[in-house]
């Protein structure tokens, strides 16, 4: 098996190394062919475009990296609550956990995404929360998850089972809850504190840290983990205890009008059952212990929204697919976002009735009108950009903007292949990740969003010298450019969307553009602009 992935490794680099070996020599090419006139003038252009809205389905979400927990209100999209149910699975099994044991502790730690910003005047560290959406209070509840988290489909036992966005509507998880193992009486705030690591005086950089106690029922753990057993079936290997313990269920509520979520590690989450067991039974000396258990297993991330608030589904219902709509309302997670297809509709001003693509292709090359192949270019395409202004008039809070879009070939499920040779990948810092294909949302002297630039210079090339095929793109809020996998979208069958990008299921934010419509303003409204060089006749 390392030997075969080792072979598509290899396979899918020299793959990539020739398709950009191609792109430059091609792109060489037309350098030359331009480059050979003695004189040559650069221009741009601007060519039509249809943007419209599109609602989305529940989304697939037990394949994310990381996950949303708490409740995030935005002005124009209302209050979304997201909670997570998830195994957890122990680190060792058949336990021993000796003579007399007895019960101190049950921590649970589950790391939030920081930065540290240096430390205070008394030598403390200090840090920032990178992905904490709002600042008040929620209500947080943990309790025993009594539903199963199936591995497999049942209908078809040789696909994963998915669960979506919607689960807690076609589930219910409130109905298979077990023991409360927390709950903030007092409501529950995502702190900049530091908490406390395993050892004596260690401190961990923030992170959601409770007791799974209650005083009502304070054997609960001594008794699930059998304590003054062994030998026990559940606790012998992973699926054993996952039938037997089928996980937590971390539920989410609105405490007062606001709210707040934040993003969870739960990769690196865990749980001590810290106790103590019997060493001499003549002196009566202990010894403390511990066991373990991870968050590896199945994860679900819940996504509600707003059920009153109906601004998503109106845009839906009255998308204009002939000329586009005046506004465009992208959403992440169970949200909305933008069909754009490049070069459609009709070009009244060429005569010959060429439709708008085929007009921009006689621009810029030589083809065969049989075919539409290229046979050579008249114009070297410098550079292709989308622009998308904010409507600043409906987005009115610079804190609840996005700082980054997404486009996306709809008809293969990727980014397009201006991303992949974008060579500003930042994995340790997704903000300013990819930010020559897809620049970080430009804002003015008060902080409000103005406009989103996507280059795409290498798809339009594609369009012109190898005859691609003009998909239909799609436009994504993201709250990481580097998450591209993979998210089913619900029931999608007869959908002109199957997938999105997980790194827009984790992003709770939206914003409102202009689009492509007739009505809007031209100097707002979303076009393609090309800038050329072309040999002077």
């Known amino acids: 098996m390392k030997k075969i992935f080792k072979a598509l490794k290899i396979t899918s680099s020299l793959l990539i190394l020739v398709l950009i070996v191609a792109c430059d020599k091609d792109f060489a090419s037309i350098k030359s062919d331009i480059e050979g006139s003695q004189n040559f003038e650069t221009d741009n252009t601007l060519?039509?475009?249809?943007?419209?809205?599109?609602?989305?389905?529940?989304?697939?979400?037990?394949?994310?990296?990381?996950?949303?927990?708490?409740?995030?209100?935005?002005?124009?999209?209302?209050?979304?609550?997201?909670?997570?149910?998830?195994?957890?699975?122990?680190?060792?099994?058949?336990?021993?956990?000796?003579?007399?044991?007895?019960?101190?502790?049950?921590?649970?730690?589950?790391?939030?995404?920081?930065?540290?910003?240096?430390?205070?005047?008394?030598?403390?560290?200090?840090?920032?929360?990178?992905?904490?959406?709002?600042?008040?209070?929620?209500?947080?509840?943990?309790?025993?998850?009594?539903?199963?988290?199936?591995?497999?489909?049942?209908?078809?036992?040789?696909?994963?089972?998915?669960?979506?966005?919607?689960?807690?509507?076609?589930?219910?998880?409130?109905?298979?809850?077990?023991?409360?193992?927390?709950?903030?009486?007092?409501?529950?705030?995502?702190?900049?504190?530091?908490?406390?690591?395993?050892?004596?005086?260690?401190?961990?950089?923030?992170?959601?840290?409770?007791?799974?106690?209650?005083?009502?029922?304070?054997?609960?753990?001594?008794d699930t983990l059998f304590f003054g057993e062994e030998?026990?079936?559940?606790?012998?290997?992973?699926?054993?205890?996952?039938?037997?313990?089928?996980?937590?269920?971390?539920?989410?509520?609105?405490?007062?009008?606001?709210?707040?979520?934040?993003?969870?590690?739960?990769s690196n989450a865990y749980i001590i059952v810290n106790y103590s067991k019997l060493i001499d039974a003549e002196t009566g000396q202990r010894d403390d212990a511990s066991y373990r258990f991870n968050f590896t297993g199945t994860r679900v991330n819940t996504i509600e929204n707003d059920p009153s608030i109906t601004v998503i589904a109106d845009a839906d219902a009255a998308a204009n697919q002939t000329e586009g709509d005046e506004s465009l309302y992208l959403k992440g997670g169970e949200g909305s976002m933008a069909i754009i297809e490049l070069f459609d509709g009709d070009d009244l001003d060429d005569v010959s009735g060429d439709n708008t693509f085929e007009t921009f292709k006689k621009d810029f090359a030589e083809v065969d009108m049989t075919t539409g192949e290229f046979i050579e270019p008249k114009r070297l395409v410098?550079?292709?950009?989308?622009?998308?202004?904010?409507?600043?008039?409906?987005?009115?809070?610079?804190?609840?903007?996005?700082?980054?879009?997404?486009?996306?070939?709809?008809?293969?499920?990727?980014?397009?292949?201006?991303?992949?040779?974008?060579?500003?990948?930042?994995?340790a810092d997704p903000l300013n990740s990819k930010i020559f294909h897809s620049n970080i949302l430009e804002r003015n002297e008060s902080e409000h969003g103005v406009r989103y630039k996507i280059r795409l210079t290498e798809h339009i090339n594609n369009l012109i010298l190898r005859d691609s095929t003009n998909v239909k793109l799609g436009l994504f809020v993201s709250t990481n450019v580097n998450e591209i996998g993979n998210s089913a979208i619900f029931d999608s069958e007869n959908e002109a969307v199957e997938n999105l990008t997980t790194g827009t299921v984790m992003d709770p934010k939206g914003t409102i553009l202009y689009g492509s419509n007739p009505n809007v303003a031209e100097e707002k409204r979303v076009q393609l602009e090309i800038f050329y060089t072309e040999p002077e006749n």
Do not use: C
């Not at 994310?64 to 209100?73: A, D, I």
């Not at 290997?237 to 934040?262: C, H, P, Q, T, V």
């Not at 998308?388 to 980054?404: A, I």
């Open 231 to 266: 030998g026990r079936e559940e606790l012998s290997n992973a699926n054993n205890f996952r039938e037997y313990f089928r996980g937590l269920y971390f539920k989410a509520d609105i405490r007062d009008s606001n709210g707040s979520m934040i993003m969870l590690d739960f």
């Open 382 to 427: 410098n550079e292709a950009n989308l622009i998308f202004y904010v409507d600043q008039n409906q987005v009115l809070s610079p804190d609840q903007e996005p700082e980054r879009v997404i486009l996306y070939d709809l008809n293969n499920n990727s980014p397009l292949i201006d991303y992949f040779f974008d060579a500003t990948t930042n994995g």
């Open 47 to 222: 060519y039509p475009i249809i943007a419209y809205n599109k609602q989305l389905n529940p989304v697939q979400t037990n394949n994310l990296t990381s996950n949303l927990l708490g409740v995030y209100k935005d002005d124009n999209y209302g209050l979304t609550t997201s909670s997570v149910v998830t195994q957890i699975t122990p680190t060792t099994f058949n336990p021993l956990f000796g003579e007399d044991p007895i019960l101190q502790t049950v921590i649970l730690t589950i790391p939030y995404y920081s930065t540290n910003e240096g430390t205070d005047d008394e030598g403390n560290t200090e840090y920032s929360l990178d992905s904490l959406y709002g600042g008040s209070p929620i209500n947080l509840s943990i309790y025993q998850n009594n539903y199963f988290l199936r591995d497999l489909n049942p209908d078809n036992i040789e696909q994963a089972q998915n669960y979506y966005s919607n689960a807690n509507s076609t589930i219910d998880f409130d109905s298979h809850v077990g023991e409360l193992l927390y709950a903030s009486n007092n409501g529950f705030t995502f702190s900049t504190a530091e908490i406390d690591g395993e050892e004596e005086d260690e401190k961990l950089s923030p992170g959601l840290q409770v007791s799974l106690i209650q005083d009502t029922n304070p054997d609960f753990w001594a």
